[in-house]
């Protein structure tokens, strides 16, 4: 099962959260028939907006991160709620690139740095909170790094991995970690961050291993006592239902779903985070343009 852990260092000068994610990534894969560097960039970006919903407040609280990079992957969107329940889309799943003479898949080169990562929380409030930063790499980890320190002023190091077999893209293993510096925070505690990442590598491999994200961000966070604040399960969840494309039909217009009724007799609808489809009849749709103001 897939888990976020938060834990907050006994001095008060780190907070940290680590996921695991291998079971919603291969979900995702499942979902899109996504290619194997497809599913490292999508699985890295839901894992992120995990870790990023998981920190909200408010219950009906949510995140939405977007990518743009100008790569031939296209446009990755990812949702999370307060939970750490995500979803997420790519323009071109199917996207195949050479894995790079390391061995290691080109995310970078998939994704494009010629963009941007953007964030949108909804905080319940009349307009969302969105924060954008230029990519800085593609990697994903990275561009989240940079979001953090640019558009909330937030000293962090995320590490995010995927590891999946470029022939049947089989899900291995999936998981990352936040590491956040609190006010107050001084040099030594940044220097023993410092030596806790550098000590452990690749994330990946630590969860192929079986390491869990308390033992995962234990280990980054080893010259320090931990103190664990939360444990929650994650998940790919789709929050998609007949009556939200309704309510997305109606803003259409009379005039509009009434030419859909003429030139096609009904209408289907597919969500792009599920694939589920969802047909209307003439008559439902008539029954959505009656009630429409215009």
Excluded: W
């Excluded at 009434?258 to 029954?287: D, R, V």
Aim: aromatic letters at 6%; glycine letters at 10%; hydrophobic letters at 40%.
């Amino acid at each position: 099962m897939d888990e976020i852990v938060r834990v907050i260092t006994s001095d008060g000068a780190v907070m940290a959260a680590a996921i695991s994610g291998r079971e919603l990534v291969a979900e995702a894969q499942r979902i899109h028939g996504a290619s194997s560097v497809a599913t490292a960039a999508l699985g890295r970006t839901l894992m992120a907006t995990s870790l990023m919903g998981n920190q909200l407040k408010g219950k009906d609280n949510s995140v939405t991160v977007q990518i743009r990079g100008g790569g031939p992957i296209g446009t990755i969107t990812c949702v999370s709620d307060a939970e750490g329940y995500v979803r997420g889309c790519v323009t071109d799943p199917k996207v195949f690139l050479p894995v790079r003479s390391v061995g290691k898949l080109d995310v970078g080169r998939a994704v494009g740095t010629d963009g941007s990562l953007t964030v949108i929380k909804d905080l319940g409030m009349k307009e969302p909170y969105i924060g954008s930063i230029p990519l800085v790499s593609g990697e994903i980890a990275e561009d989240v790094t940079s979001y953090y320190a640019t558009s909330e002023q937030l000293p962090t190091a995320c590490a995010l991995g995927v590891l999946v077999d470029s022939r049947d893209q089989h899900v291995y293993a999936a998981g990352g970690f936040l590491i956040q510096l609190l006010p107050g925070a001084d040099e030594e505690a940044i220097s023993k961050v410092e030596r806790g990442i550098e000590k452990i590598g690749y994330v990946t491999r630590h969860f192929q291993e079986g390491v869990t994200p308390l033992e995962l961000v234990q280990q980054v966070l080893s010259e320090f006592d931990v103190e664990v604040l939360e444990t929650v399960p994650v998940g790919y969840r789709c929050s998609c239902g007949k009556d939200r494309y309704v309510r997305a039909l109606a803003t259409l217009g009379r005039a509009e779903l009434e030419s859909i009724i003429q030139e096609q007799g009904g209408a289907e609808l597919q969500c792009h985070f599920c694939n589920k489809k969802y047909q209307f009849t003439a008559q439902e749709l008539a029954e959505i343009a009656k009630n429409c103001v215009k």
